[in-house]
């Protein structure tokens, strides 16, 4: 009869002592990750949720990337659930990434979205480190971007492109930057069949 007690009991401590499996640490990850940091009711946020969803539809949960979670993020003190939004977020990234890689539309349209994005954020950072001469930046960035996309229909590489900003005189090295990745994203604008880039500059304002 003791003997059957200790057997209990030592049971008992081993189950309770035995390592988590891993599927037991992914949820753990994913339930720190679903606490909203900003409620003071303790709500839960779901997006880590979907991201899951989103991810396991391209078959990017696997064992692999299940213990680069764990291994990264399980038993850090505060961040554990900001580590797994970022490390599901990164995946799925990379997984889309990898299923535009396939269709050529896909690959124009994302390559097009960069391209918006970059010249906007160019024009941004050129306005606002030039706030007393914003007039003649906006003319010579439009002229540029215009050129960049007249150049490109007319068999300029975007090497040469690249090239000639970089030779261009009078330009300081940070406008000079800025300006080489306006006239390259609105080559690229053109390309993708943007004929004129300024019409995706949006208002700042």
Known sequence: ??????????????????APTIQQKRDSLLENAS?????????????????????????????EFLKRLTDKCYGLPYESGQCAINVYSDELKTKQDEACDKESS????RETKSAID????????????NQYDQAEFDLNIRALCKAAGIGQRGGISLMQ?????????GLSPEVRGQFREIAMSC??????????GTTKIKNIY
Do not use: H
């Open 161 to 169: 492109v690249e090239y000639d900003v970089n030779q261009e005189p």
């Open 35 to 63: 606490v909203n940091p900003y409620s003071s009711t303790g709500s839960q946020d779901k997006s880590i949720y979907d991201t899951r969803a989103k991810l396991i539809q391209y078959g990017g949960e696997t064992p």
């Open 187 to 196: 080559w690229t604008l053109s390309k993708n069949g943007i004929a004129d």
């Open 1 to 18: 009869m003791k003997i059957a007690c200790y057997v209990s009991v030592l049971c008992f401590f081993i189950s309770a002592c035995s």
């Open 118 to 129: 970059n010249l906007n954020q160019q024009y941004y950072f050129v306005m606002a480190r």
């Open 106 to 109: 896909c690959v124009i349209e």
